[in-house]
Nanobody
Framework: QVQLQESGPGLVKPSQTLFLACTVS??????????WAWIRQPPGKALEWMGV???????YHSPSLKSRTSIARDTSKHHFTLQLLTVTPADRAVYYC??????????????????WRQGTQVTVSS
């Protein structure tokens, strides 16, 4: 059973960088899934796809967030990460990591992912 475990701060100050990590564990291992995505949902708003990284390291970003996001992976540690620069209160959201066998650019439908982590609430406040 593959499991995803998110880690990161629940509170970030404005203008700081948000750093989240998603660790993959389970019998299948990270190679079972080729694409690792970050999605978020601000309060009262729809899910927003942020970006995805492939197991080989190729990255794809939402055009609206591309200038502020960095997605990386560490296969030796079985985790992938999200950095969001210069956060503002508008970045307050529940952040999700998800895994899939296929590349689904822009996808926010949970049914398109093989695994979807419960999510981490992030608040931006001074």
């Amino acid at each position: 059973q593959v499991q995803l475990q998110e880690s990161g701060p629940g509170l970030v100050k404005p203008s700081q960088t948000l750093f989240l990590a998603c660790t993959v564990s389970g019998a299948s291992g990270p190679t079972a899934f080729h694409y690792w995505a970050w999605i978020r949902q601000p309060p009262g708003k729809a899910l927003e796809w942020m970006g995805v990284i492939s197991y080989t390291g190729s990255t794809y970003h939402s055009p609206s967030l591309k200038s502020r996001t960095s997605i990386a992976r560490d296969t030796s540690k079985h985790h992938f990460t999200l950095q969001l620069l210069t956060v503002t209160p508008a970045d307050r959201a529940v952040y999700y990591c998800a895994a899939s066998r296929t590349l689904n650019l822009g996808a926010t439908d949970k049914n398109l992912y093989d695994y979807w982590r419960q999510g981490t609430q992030v608040t931006v406040s001074s």
